[in-house]
């Protein structure tokens, strides 16, 4: 069983900085591609960041130049470091994996929600203006 826990978020003034933690246990995911997702109040689930197995990474417009996404495959943990944050980057945090049925069989890597089937419990991160 793979489950994915968060640590990382809370509050922070506009312009600051928080980084974001999500260590898989379990063996059964894959690291072809690791996102982040963010949900805020009344909007969709949307994609922030991915990283692909060779490193490359891919971001939502809103977050490019501010967001940095990074793995560390020794401590099986995925990270999201989020600088110049904005009142609208206010939502709760997912990180999200596919499964090792799943993972290999992906045409590119994405932001499609249903490609992820681990996802991490939600960290809330809240920015003040």
């Known amino acids: 069983q793979v489950q994915l826990v968060q640590s990382g978020g809370g509050s922070v003034q506009a312009g600051g900085s928080l980084r974001l933690s999500c260590k898989a246990s379990?063996?059964?995911?894959?690291?072809?591609?690791m996102a982040w997702f963010r949900q805020a109040p009344g909007k969709k689930r949307e994609g922030v960041a991915n990283?692909?197995?060779?490193?490359?990474?891919d971001y939502a417009d809103s977050v490019k130049g501010r967001f940095t996404i990074s793995k560390d495959v020794y401590e099986n943990a995925l990270y999201l470091q989020m600088d110049n944050l904005g009142p609208d980057d206010t939502a709760m945090y997912y990180c999200?994996?596919?499964?090792?049925?799943?993972?290999?069989?992906?045409?590119?890597?994405?932001?499609?929600?249903?490609?992820?089937?681990?996802w991490g419990q939600g960290t809330q991160v809240t920015v003040s203006s």
């Open positions: 999200a994996v596919p499964s090792l049925d799943t993972g290999p069989w992906l045409s590119h890597c994405g932001f499609t929600e249903s490609d992820f089937d681990y």
């Open positions: 990283i692909e197995s060779d490193g490359h990474t």
């Open positions: 379990g063996s059964r995911y894959s690291s072809y591609c």
